[in-house]
């Protein structure tokens, strides 16, 4: 076993495991901005360290760079969803106007 099949196997554990995480949390908090709370590290760190560790897996070249590219579209996606979702619910339980500009 190489040092870059460790890294691997560490990115995929420490990925994987933010991605459980998660998902208990979706499952246990009842509120809408507490499951948006525990969803946004699946999508910020979650998703992104899983496709860091196919990366390094799969070595240099091209599948590796479309794989970066994947963990960093996730990474800003997931970020700008949060945010989405959050002022949605936000307008959808009064807590701000629907003109409101922020």
């Known amino acids: 076993m190489t040092a870059r099949h460790v890294c691997a ?47 390094v897996e799969t070595g240099p070249g091209r599948a590796a760079v479309k794989l970066l590219v994947i963990a960093v579209i996730v990474a800003f996606g997931g970020a700008v969803t949060a945010m989405a979702i959050g002022r949605a619910t936000a307008q959808h339980e009064h807590l701000l106007r629907k003109d409101s500009p922020e």
């Open 9 to 55: 196997l560490v990115l995929l554990v420490v990925g994987t495991g933010v991605l459980l995480l998660s998902a208990v949390g979706l499952v246990a908090l009842p509120r809408p901005f507490q499951r948006l709370h525990a969803l946004t590290p699946a999508s910020t760190v979650g998703g992104p360290l899983v496709a860091f560790a196919l990366a």
